[in-house]
């Protein structure tokens, strides 16, 4: 249906074209349009009444992405089976308007489609809530957790910030992060992407503002969380929610600051193809980490056990 719906697409954009070309008469064309059209609602009305069989939870995302992993490490720590559908980064946000995380689900005759991972997480528990009552009980948030969410996605947004800062110079790596070298994104969008990276790179600049005073920005403001985390694990906190379990704020903490400190384990087995190992990175960047590390022991032992204890093995991960 996917692949009719393109090639019906196609046609309708390559019909004014054809008129030009041929020079096809005006009845002609008006029912070459009629007959696209109505072939296009034909299609409406068997997806419709006979809904396209697939799977239940499908998650779209980019292989390097720390909001991708928060949803990813919820999923998984919840238990249900989904379906990763991977694409090459920044494409899907500057052609099609969709950021990554993404997750579609099967609701009654429709496929019904939640961007942004807070409200991915608000949902998973409220269909969830029910039928896996404790399997689901680290989604349920109060004021408290919901802010300090909030605390971490804002840290999520200075993070972009500061990996674009560092690699956007440097095309290769920049490449290789938007999944390049991954096997599971699309040959086409690899070569889109090796085509359009001047393009992308003015956008990714433009969009999120990459300067030199916002990156000191960023950094600011990470110094911040981390030292915030910092003072609750010197308390004696166990996990940073304050529950006593640990609940998805925490893993929203390990996911995203897992971006710069990249544990064991980080992406679930889904990240291998598009991690920079030290010696690839730009110095600056390896300044920014060895820093961090150095200045917030606690939390970056805290970040490596919960990947250790809590992120699903997966096999040939180290
Ligand atoms: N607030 C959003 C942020 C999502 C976001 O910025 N995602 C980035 C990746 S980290 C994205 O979609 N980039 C565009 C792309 O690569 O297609 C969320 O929580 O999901």
Redesign the pocket.
Known sequence: MKLARTLNFALLLALPVAVALFDVPLWATLCLLALLLLWRWLMTLTAISAPAKGPELVLDT?SA????E??RWCLDHLGVDYTENK????????FSG????RLRCRTGLVETSI????E?LRYLWGRYAGERQQAAAFLQADARQLHLEQEI?RA??DL?VWVYFHLLPHRELTLHA?GVNDPAVPSWQKLLLHLLFPLQRALIRRAFRITPERYTKAVQHLDQLLQQSENLLADGRRYLSGAAEPHYTDFAFGAINGLWLLPAGYGGGQAEHVLLVPARRPAAMNYDIVRWKEQFPLSVAFMQGLYRDHRRHVPGQP
């Open positions: 980019i992405s720390h909001f991708v928060k949803v694409s090459g980064g920044t494409l899907g946000a500057f969709r950021t990554v995380p961007g942004n991972s807070a991915i996605d999520g947004r972009q938007w």
